[in-house]
């Protein structure tokens, strides 16, 4: 399985913008999704996650302003970013859990090579 993140770029604040994530390879079921972001100095955090069931959880960093998607006949996942601000300037990574076969229920876990976003003020 592999991930690739894209749509990452330059924004002013209270731009937008929306990060895509296209899974290729095979895989039975998708458990989780989510997205992380990196920025300089500091330890990747969640930024938003959603699960096999639907249910979502964002960072408090993140409530109102980004929501989370996914388009299960493409393969894809998405993060609309809206009202971004300078504290947002990340690089941003898309991840996925999966179950690779249908008789194994061990999740396997997969990374995209990142996308940085900078919203400047």
């Known amino acids: 399985v592999q991930l690739q993140a894209s749509g990452g770029g330059f924004v002013q604040a209270g731009g937008f913008l929306r990060l895509s994530c296209a899974a290729s390879?095979?895989?039975?079921?998708?458990?989780?999704m989510g997205w992380y972001r990196q920025a300089p100095g500091k330890q990747r955090e969640l930024v938003a996650l959603?699960?096999?069931?639907?249910?979502?959880n964002y960072a408090d960093s993140v409530k109102g302003r980004f929501t989370i998607s996914r388009d299960n006949a493409k393969n894809m996942m998405y993060l609309q970013m809206d009202s971004l601000k300078p504290e947002d300037t990340a690089v941003y990574y898309c991840?996925?859990?999966?179950?690779?076969?249908?008789?194994?229920?061990?999740?396997?876990?997969?990374w995209g090579q990142g996308t940085q976003v900078t919203v400047s003020s």
């Open positions: 991840n996925l859990v999966v179950r690779l076969y249908s008789n194994n229920y061990e999740q396997y876990d997969y």
């Open positions: 390879g095979n895989f039975y079921s998708i458990n989780r």
């Open positions: 959603k699960t096999s069931g639907g249910s979502t």
